[in-house]
């Protein structure tokens, strides 16, 4: 049986994601930033705290971004960690392993805050729903096309 349910409860729309190009911006600055400010407290020689940070950055801008950003946010703050946080810096290398490993943690981070909003959304979401004064429940002949 179906039960048709009253929205008009104060029901309010899930938070839209910020489009992927500023979520990338927001990576290529963040990252930049981090990895500086790292280079400078403890220089170059700790690529694991390097990781860490920028894996932070990644679940946070995930908690703002689409699915679809994660790859492009991963990618950028790799670049960062491989190309500045890292000897020498300013070049960029390939370490199969290391770098599969790194590319592979970033990726998991920005997919693991994206999922855990969009989790948290929809359970406020359906928060909101359940709240309140309850739902109107309708009975059969109250709406026109009923017989």
Known sequence: MIEWVSLSSGARPVPRPVATPLVWAAAF???LVLV????????TDRPG???AVLSLL???LGLCARF???PGTALL???FLNGFAIPPAG???W???RDTFWLTCLLAAALVGTGLARLLHARAAYRRLTAGAGPTRLEPGDLPYDT
Do not use: E, K, R, S
């Not at 500086?36 to 220089?43: E, I, Q």
């Open 58 to 60: 990644a679940a946070l």
């Open 91 to 93: 070049i960029l290398t």
């Open 49 to 51: 705290l390097a990781l």
């Open 95 to 97: 370490v199969a392993h």
């Open 77 to 79: 703050c790799w670049l």
């Open 36 to 43: 500086a400010v790292l280079n400078f407290l403890v220089g």
């Open 29 to 31: 600055g963040g990252a």
């Open 68 to 70: 679809t950003a994660a």
